[in-house]
């Protein structure tokens, strides 16, 4: 078993619904990581809620990428 990256750079995140109540890592473009289920996709915007509850949310402009990890059976 392994497993792969999908990664989303900021061109095909906005709108998105393929992200909608996915685990995710979000890079900002100040290299900051941010790890957590996505709450809401918008055309401009998307909102982040963490581990501990809290939600973020996060302009299109600021994001550098979203990645998260599939397990495959290769």
């Known amino acids: 078993m ?12 906005g ?3 393929e992200l909608l109540n996915r685990e995710i890592n979000l890079v900002t473009t100040e290299s900051r990581v941010w ?8 055309s401009n915007d998307i909102e982040v809620k963490d581990a ?15 990645y998260y ?3 495959t059976e290769y």
């Open 52 to 66: 501990r509850a809290g939600k973020h949310r996060f302009t299109v402009a600021q994001i550098d990428r979203i």
């Open 15 to 17: 709108g998105n619904q």
């Open 2 to 13: 392994g497993k792969r990256q999908i990664i989303y750079r900021q061109g095909s995140i």
């Open 69 to 71: 990890d599939v397990k």
């Open 35 to 42: 790890n957590g289920r996505v709450i809401a996709v918008g």
